[in-house]
Every structure is written in C-alpha cells, then in structure tokens.
C-alpha cells in the first residue's frame, strides 16, 4: 500500500516566518501535487511536480520533488496570515485517464498576526 | 466556467439509515473521483470512473457503499447502512482524463459534511 507522510501535522507560526512542510514515501510516484484546502472548501492544486530534482516557485512558495520521486518539500518564505490552510500532497500514479491520487496525511498550518 | 457541484453541503443521519450524495462534474471532465476526508485526515479515494466505467474501486466498503455514473456525467454515492465511522466529508473530484499529468488536474467540489449519530 502507498502511503504518504507528511511532516510535521501541525504548525503554530508568527506572520513573517519561514517554514518547511515535508512529504515522504516509501514509493516512487509520476509526479507529485501540492495542494491548500481551507474549512468548508475542496482542496485546490498549488503546483504539480514531475521531474526528480524539480523545483517550482510560486511567490513565496517554494515545492521540490526529490531526485528518487519519492518525497517532496514545500517551503513558504514570510508567511502571511492567508497562508493558513490544511496542505495537503498528492502522488499521482498510472497513466492517463487512469492516473490514481494517494493523499498525503496533511499538515495543518497557522500563521498569527 | 463552472465548477464541480455537489449536493447536499450537510447532512446528518442516525446511524443504520440510508444517505445518498450527488456530484456534477465539470463539463466535458471524463474521470470523476470520489473521496472520503475523515476530520484532520487526507482525502482517502473511494471510487474513481472514467466515463461510466469504473478504474478502480478498491476502497470501497461495498458491503454499504455503492456508486454510479449513469452516462458518463453526473454520480451518486450511496451508504446504506450508515455507521458512526462513515462520518466525513465526502468530495467529488473531476479531471480531464486525457492528456499527460500536468493537464490533469483535479478540481474538487466544496464536498458534502455527514454526520453519523
């Protein structure tokens, strides 16, 4: 079974902080998602990653799949408060028209002002 | 362009009894995802269809879910009997279905919170 561990589950952080969310597995994926879900919404798509080694910027957003595609990191620069979310990452598998989503185990983010 | 839909937001049920969620797709998406999100948890995929044709069901309890896609649109997920464990928010996904990874993006509806008592 593919799993997705995400590290750490919770994060308490002031406004202006950097941060660090990890997302490791044991198994090699096609690509990786990130995404940001906030309460009483679906989750919605960051970034996708496909390459090893990638690394993607969007604003103070940093996402890096690993060189194995087996893990993965998003880093935030000076978080804000609407940086605040459930992050979640998905390892996608199987071709298309068939690609398979494993969801990762969330890390929930707040950010104080 | 609008969204993924889904009906009811809410709903809440005793346990043993019967509850049925509703999800139209984006228009023109062929793969339609079904997933569970217990509170504080990633969504866990329960069904997925490509068109009316199911992909794979493996995490389906199908001993009490069930799930269809009449003519490759619109899909209902059913739980008949409900238990306390079944309480989740349960959310619809769509994504194109063809092309590589990177058009394949899923949208996801706002999901549908069940409460079990």
């Known amino acids: 079974t593919q799993l997705l561990e995400q590290s750490p589950q919770f994060l308490s952080i002031q406004e202006g902080e950097n941060l660090t969310v990890y997302c490791n597995s044991s198994?090699?994926?096609?690509?990786l998602q990130w995404y940001r879900q906030e309460p009483g919404e679906g989750p919605v798509l960051l970034v996708t990653v496909v390459t090893g080694g990638e690394v993607k910027k969007l604003k103070r957003l940093t996402f890096q799949f690993g060189d194995a595609r087996k893990d993965s990191s998003l880093h935030i620069t000076a978080a804000q408060p609407g940086d605040t979310g459930l992050y979640l990452c998905a390892g996608a598998a199987g071709a298309s028209g068939t690609y398979k989503y494993i969801f990762g185990t969330g890390t929930r983010l707040k950010v104080l002002a | 362009e609008a969204g993924v839909a889904q009906s009811p937001r809410y709903k809440i049920i005793e346990k043993r009894q019967s509850v049925a969620f509703w999800c139209n797709p984006i228009?023109?998406?062929?793969?339609l995802y079904w997933y569970q999100q217990i509170l504080g948890q990633g969504p866990k995929l329960l069904i997925q269809?490509?068109?009316?044709?199911?992909?794979?069901d493996s995490q389906l309890p199908k001993d009490r879910f069930s799930a269809e896609r009449l003519k490759g649109v619109d899909s209902t997920l059913k739980i008949q009997p409900a238990k306390l464990e079944d309480s989740a928010v349960y959310l619809c996904a769509s994504s194109l279905g063809t092309g590589g990874i990177a058009k394949n993006i899923q949208y996801f509806g706002a999901g549908t919170r069940l409460s079990v008592l």
């Open positions: 198994s090699v994926f096609s690509s």
């Open positions: 269809f490509q068109n009316n044709g199911v992909v794979d």
């Open positions: 228009s023109g998406h062929a793969t």
